[in-house]
């Protein structure tokens, strides 16, 4: 079955960086778009970003374009969120998530804390 | 960017008694309507894909209706495991792919 696993996440100042990870396992990762979804603590579901299955597009929400970038490794089944200029808004719970845009999120990771805290 | 608000934010209900839940779009999504069941501590899992579709594994007491702009998420009989928070997405016009605010299912 589908298993997506992130890792990465912690404890980052403003200003700071981090690099989350979506190990994927269970079915043909080459063959799907990915996205990240977050939920700040307490909130709803925001979209992130977004990777066609080559990683030949990329799509990203305003509130994050220009200092997140998506990007996998199709030979290692995995998918990464570099983020950096950080902010304390970003602080959330992010989802690895498996797309189908037939079917919609059809997979979800457990999710990733990343707190954005001085 | 397309809008989606979910009502009402919270639905009270009995155990074994119906809940209807809706969803609205600022504007048509067709069929590209995604309901997902999160709870607490937990991912949000897939329950219903094109407006009426069930995902794998989902109880029949779960049924989606709708097109266009408003959707309705259907729970026949609300057993004990149902009450949690579910969402609606649209997929139809993105970038952004959007979701409702939620709508909280709680023991009455």
């Known amino acids: 079955q589908v298993q997506l696993v992130e890792s990465g996440g912690g404890v980052v100042q403003p200003g700071g960086s981090l690099r989350l990870s979506c190990a994927a396992s269970?079915?043909?990762?080459?063959?799907?778009?990915m996205h990240w979804v977050r939920q700040a603590p307490g909130k709803g579901l925001e979209w992130v970003t977004l990777?066609?299955?080559?990683?030949?597009?990329?799509y990203y929400a305003d509130s994050v374009k220009g200092r997140f970038t998506i990007s996998r490794d199709n030979s290692k089944n995995t998918l990464s969120l570099q983020m950096n200029s950080l902010r304390v808004e970003d602080t959330a719970v992010y989802y690895c998530?498996?797309?189908?845009?037939?079917?919609?999120?059809?997979?979800w990771g457990q999710g990733t804390l990343v707190t954005v805290s001085s | 960017e397309v809008v989606m608000t979910q009502s009402p934010a919270t639905l009270s209900v009995s155990p074994g008694e119906r809940a209807t839940l809706s969803c609205r779009a600022s504007?048509?999504?067709?069929?590209?309507l995604a309901w997902y069941q999160q709870k607490p501590g937990q991912a949000p899992r897939l329950l219903i894909y094109?407006?009426?579709t069930r995902a794998t594994g989902i109880p029949p007491r779960f049924s989606g209706s709708g097109s266009g702009t408003e959707f309705t998420l259907t729970i026949s009989s609300l057993q004990s495991e149902d009450f949690a928070l579910y969402y609606c997405?649209?997929?139809?016009?993105?970038?952004?792919?959007?979701f409702g605010g939620g709508t909280k299912v709680e023991i009455k």
């Open positions: 998530v498996r797309w189908n845009g037939d079917t919609a999120y059809d997979g």
């Open positions: 269970g079915f043909t990762f080459s063959g799907y778009g």
């Open positions: 990777i066609w299955y080559d990683g030949s597009k990329k």
């Open positions: 504007q048509s999504v067709s069929s590209k």
């Open positions: 094109g407006a009426s």
């Open positions: 997405h649209q997929y139809n016009d993105w970038p952004p792919l959007t």
